[in-house]
């Protein structure tokens, strides 16, 4: 079995810049992915545009290039299969991580995937970027798991002339509402603080404020979910329950990473952040040649790391993995 010197988990920015930094330090490296390129992004609007600039998203010193002044998903996706290519970066999709094992001569890591026989990995050193988008932060209401309901919002033409109702109060509900509301849907948002959140990028807070002040979209704040059924939201406010007709339901109640594979390696998870602890210079954790990097550093924090600023993490933990290689 072949010892690579670095197994990255996760192929969204951050892991692709890393196997980029593996690739220019010579290193040997695999990549495996459980779900698609950038599988995140699948998740994001398909009209999306991004709050950031496209030079702000490069990886590797490859050039993002585009006509806009905020690039659209469609262009990042494009952006990174052709970084993907220009690196002929080594790739595994459709392959989950079950187990990484740490020993004196560096990692064993098991895979499974459901179209090919699963596989027993060796590597020196493992860098986990798994993200955090995928793990939306259920908040267990009865009626989550119903087919109307998600935690991602796509497209809002599937929802002309419907009822929306919308749960959150920050970036990405406000987002959804307009999109929803522009696309002919009746939008209402429950929120459990007081008002809309102060994050709300600054050219989306005055639109959607203005639109519930004039009553185009309405808003039911201090409120909380009580229920979902088939056909209604059940929400309350200091006692009183409401039911509000609901055709579609938007759980915009933000994301996780997952630390299940990282607590069965032996890293400390912060009961705080729930996220892993690790060394804030050098990204490694409690666990030896055991690296973090991405939005699922931060834990429940996620949104404080970007692909602007994780895109940055995988240069300096390759850096920290060729000079703990040749100290060897």
């Not at 309901?149 to 919308?166: G, L, M």
């Amino acid at each position: 079995m072949e010892t690579r010197d670095v197994l990255i988990v996760g192929a969204g920015p951050a892991g692709l810049a890393a196997a980029i930094a593996a690739t220019k330090a010579n290193l040997s490296y695999h990549v495996v992915e459980k779900g698609a390129l950038v599988n995140s992004l699948l998740h994001y609007p398909t009209e999306m545009v991004f709050f950031t600039t496209p030079e702000l998203m490069e990886i590797g010193g490859l050039p993002f290039t585009s006509p806009n002044d905020k690039p659209s998903r469609m262009e990042a996706l494009r952006y990174y299969r052709r970084a993907t290519d220009t690196y002929k970066l080594d790739i595994a999709f459709d392959e989950t991580v079950r187990s990484i094992t740490s020993g004196a001569g560096g990692f064993v890591v098991h895979t499974e995937s459901p179209r090919r026989p699963g596989r027993v990995l060796a590597a020196r050193a493992v860098v986990m970027a798994t993200g955090a988008y995928d793990f939306p932060n259920l908040i267990g209401v009865p009626g989550e798991d119903l087919p109307h309901v998600s935690h991602y919002f796509s497209s809002p033409h599937p929802f002309y002339r419907k009822r929306v109702v919308i749960v959150g109060g920050k970036n990405s509900a406000a987002e959804a509402a307009l999109e929803l509301y522009r696309a002919g849907s009746k939008v209402t948002i429950v929120h459990r603080q007081s008002a809309l959140g102060d994050s709300i990028k600054y050219w989306v807070k005055p639109d959607i404020e203005n639109r519930i002040k004039e009553g185009s979209i309405a808003a039911r704040f201090g409120t909380t979910l009580v229920r979902i059924t088939a056909g209604t939201v059940v929400v309350e406010k200091q006692g009183v329950v409401e039911e509000l007709p609901a055709d579609g339901v938007f759980l915009m109640t933000g994301y996780i990473s997952d630390n299940k594979l990282l607590r069965v390696a032996g890293v400390e998870i912060d009961p705080g952040t729930c996220g892993p602890r690790h060394d804030p210079e050098t990204f490694e954790t409690n666990v030896p040649g055991l690296y973090v990097i991405g939005a699922m550093v931060a834990g429940k924090a996620s949104g404080r790391i970007f692909i602007e600023n994780g895109r940055f993490h995988g240069d300096l933990v390759i850096r920290e993995i060729a000079k703990s290689l040749a100290s060897r």
